[in-house]
């Protein structure tokens, strides 16, 4: 019987900056299906971001993730995905100043519920 390999993909990785001509940071907001996503860029612009051949099967994006978007030439509007960030990368980006504090805070997990009113 082979051994399960636990934790394969937390092995560290060098850590992808943005430069700010040709990749952004982004957070996913929903999912549009085929691998395609709403997500709010760095420079403050919604765009359609596609997941790369590459990760499409292998890399679960869900709502609330931090990318690493790399812009189309031509077309300002849509971009691919290169990279998800774990949440310790996401950390030294915070402590480094890469990304701020209200880019990752998103309004829904601020929604209070009155349970005493329901």
């Given at each position: 019987m082979a051994k399960k390999q636990r934790n394969k993909n937390m092995i560290d990785r060098p850590l992808s900056?943005?430069?700010?001509?040709?990749?952004?940071?982004?957070?996913i907001q929903s999912p549009l299906g085929q691998g395609?996503?709403?997500?709010?860029?760095?420079?403050?612009?919604?765009?359609?971001?596609?997941v790369r051949g590459k990760d499409y099967?292998?890399?679960?994006?869900?709502?609330n993730d931090i990318v690493?978007?790399?812009?189309?030439?031509?077309?300002n509007e849509r971009a691919d995905i290169?990279?998800?960030?774990?949440?310790?990368?996401?950390k030294i980006l915070k402590d480094n100043g890469y990304i701020e504090d209200?880019?990752?805070?998103?309004?829904?997990?601020?929604i209070k519920i009155d349970f005493d009113r329901i």
């Open positions: 900056f943005a430069d700010n001509v040709n990749t952004v940071y982004g957070i395609q996503f709403v997500a709010d860029c760095s420079d403050s612009i919604k765009r359609i971001a596609k099967k292998r890399v679960w994006i869900q709502p690493l978007l790399s812009l189309r030439e031509g077309n290169e990279l998800k960030y774990m949440q310790k990368e996401i209200s880019f990752t805070n998103t309004e829904g997990d601020n």
